[in-house]
């Protein structure tokens, strides 16, 4: 389901060695209307042990851009999706915040490293929010490049999920 489209800054060498399957999870996602971030957040909450429909539900409203060409729907499912293991809830848990950040500088880094972009906008070189623009996008196919983003989003999201490194200094009180 590839398309011509290449993303203006995107960096081939990291996005072309994407793992096929994970790129191959996104295109399944869409085709069945998912958003992107519905797909990034379920793939984080699955591995975590979160329930699946919940996670579809929370995240359907974040793909697009919050639906204005604003962050990357794959952005901000993974950032929940980190969340979910770095978050806290209280006060007592706010040193979390922390390895939270530290995480979330790392996946933005990562990201703008391999697509050069964290919006919609920039991505896919047009706001879903304004009609002519989203006629565009459709018209040139460009929303076919975010099947690679996608991939991108969640092995950079695996990574961080399955870095044990700050765990130890994780506080969650059941």
Not at 78 to 91: E, T, W
Not at 134 to 152: H, L, N, P, T
Request: net charge negative; with cysteine.
């Amino acid at each position: 389901m590839a398309t011509d489209y290449k993303i203006p800054g995107r960096n081939a060498e990291i996005l072309d060695k994407v793992d096929p399957k994970l790129v191959e999870e996104g295109a399944n996602a869409f085709a069945n209307e998912l958003m992107c971030s519905q797909c990034a957040f379920v793939h984080g909450a699955k591995m975590l042990g979160f329930n699946e429909e919940q996670a579809l539900l929370t995240a359907s409203g974040f793909g697009w851009g919050m639906q204005h060409g604003e962050r990357c729907g794959a952005v901000t499912g993974s950032l929940m999706a980190l969340g979910l293991k770095y978050g806290y809830r209280n006060a007592e848990e706010f040193p979390n915040y922390q390895i939270l950040k530290k995480k979330q500088a790392e996946f933005d880094r990562r990201f703008l490293e391999g697509v050069g972009a964290l919006t919609c906008k920039e991505i896919l070189k047009g706001n879903y929010a304004v009609e002519q623009e989203r006629k565009e996008i459709y018209d040139e196919k460009r929303y076919d490049a975010c099947e690679q983003v996608m991939g991108y989003a969640v092995s950079i999201l695996e990574d961080l999920l399955n870095d044990t490194s700050d765990d130890a200094s994780l506080i969650h009180k059941e």
